[in-house]
């Protein structure tokens, strides 16, 4: 089983500043690697899939990268819309699809 | 567009059985797998199971290997999942969530349906 591990675990940050998320995969997994964004009470919502590419309707702000082991999400300029958990999923190799643990976002 | 329904989820005692549905609609249910991913209370997200597009394949989460059957009625665009066995751990909002093909991200959820296993 691939193990996702995510840091920090929670982030604290102000509006308009720039924000980098970390996963890390026990085994390579490609570029196999999706990011989801969930706020409290509801469904997750796919931000990034293929490591780099944005979903339909995401805005250019969010951004991912990396290959292999060691993935980032970056926003480049926090909105008041953006707090939530953060989380990492593999598809590589599977089963499972694991995730990792979370990163909440919250805003100052 | 795209929706995705789950239903059936409640309170249910310790070692009985309750079935969720995932109702589906705005593209060809028969082309894509789907996967239920569910959500304990204030904790991640642990994946499920996943059954392919034809219905061919099914991947269980070990912690529910046996306990648990996916199965799919491509004539009513729904998704099942059986829950047999309940146990209190089983207790979480569970997701339907689409995923073209084993290799590929989750790009749809539905807004989930809470399970609630009583001991």
């Known amino acids: 089983e691939i193990v996702m591990t995510q840091s920090p675990a929670t982030l604290s940050v102000s509006p308009g500043e720039r924000l980098t998320l970390s996963c890390r995969a026990s085994q390579s997994v490609s570029i196999n690697l999706a990011w989801y964004q969930q706020k409290p009470g509801q469904a997750p919502r796919l931000l990034i899939y293929g490591a780099s590419t944005r979903a339909t309707g995401i805005p250019d702000r969010f951004s991912g990268s990396g290959s292999g082991t060691e993935f980032t999400l970056t926003i480049s300029s926090l909105q008041s819309e953006d707090f939530g958990v953060y989380y990492c999923q593999q598809f590589n190799s599977w089963p499972p699809w694991t995730f990792g643990q979370g990163t909440k976002v919250e805003i100052k | 567009q795209v929706q995705l329904a789950e239903s059936g989820g409640g309170v249910v005692q310790s070692g009985r059985s309750l079935r969720l549905s995932c109702v589906v609609s705005?593209?060809?249910?028969?082309?894509?797998?789907m996967h239920w991913v569910r959500q304990a209370p204030g904790k991640g997200l642990e994946w499920v199971t996943f059954?392919?597009?034809?219905?061919?394949?099914?991947y269980y989460a070990e912690s529910v290997k046996g306990r648990f059957t996916v199965s799919r009625d491509d004539s009513k665009n729904t998704l099942y999942l059986q829950m047999d066995g309940l146990r209190a751990e089983d207790t979480a909002v569970y997701y339907c969530?689409?995923?073209?093909?084993?290799?590929?991200?989750?790009?749809?959820w539905g807004q989930g349906t809470l399970v609630t296993v009583s001991s």
């Open positions: 705005g593209f060809t249910f028969s082309s894509y797998g």
């Open positions: 969530a689409r995923g073209r093909l084993a290799r590929s991200h989750f790009d749809y």
């Open positions: 059954i392919w597009f034809d219905g061919s394949k099914q």
